[in-house]
């Protein structure tokens, strides 16, 4: 359903060409809007590194690579020990700090309430468009079908 555009690279000699799908324009009322979304400030946190536990052994006993990372305004607590790496930990901490405090100050406006609404309508399209084709489907059936058993009792 979606028309497809060629795109002719200027860099490649050999003018590949590539084929990039068009947005239908629906999906542009769906945007999220990510200008409410809260700045961390590196003065309000206070981050610490404590020994992780769990699968892994050895490397992960003997390293403090769990990140447990406060903002001090509002008391809000955040841990993470997804992998083990200490550098990844502190990124995966940020977002979900961040996402913590979008939630807090924007509410219904946060980008998860957002996401979870257009999800939500998602859901919703898909169950009224299955319903319509099995009404369809019925009515074709009746159409063809109904004539035939009424003609054979």
Known sequence: MHSLLRFISPISAVHSKVMFPLLPWRSFSKAIDHSRVPVLNEEELEETFVRGSGPGGQAVAKT?????????????????????????????????????????????????????????KKQTETARRKQKLQAKKKAWKEREFGDDQEKGS
């Open 64 to 120: 403090n690579n769990k990140v447990v990372l406060t903002h001090k305004p509002t008391g809000i607590v955040v841990q993470c020990h997804a992998t083990r790496s200490l550098f990844e930990n502190r990124r995966e901490a940020r977002k979900m700090l961040v996402g913590k405090l979008d939630h807090l100050y924007n509410g219904d406006q946060s980008v998860e309430a957002q996401m979870q609404r257009i999800e939500t």
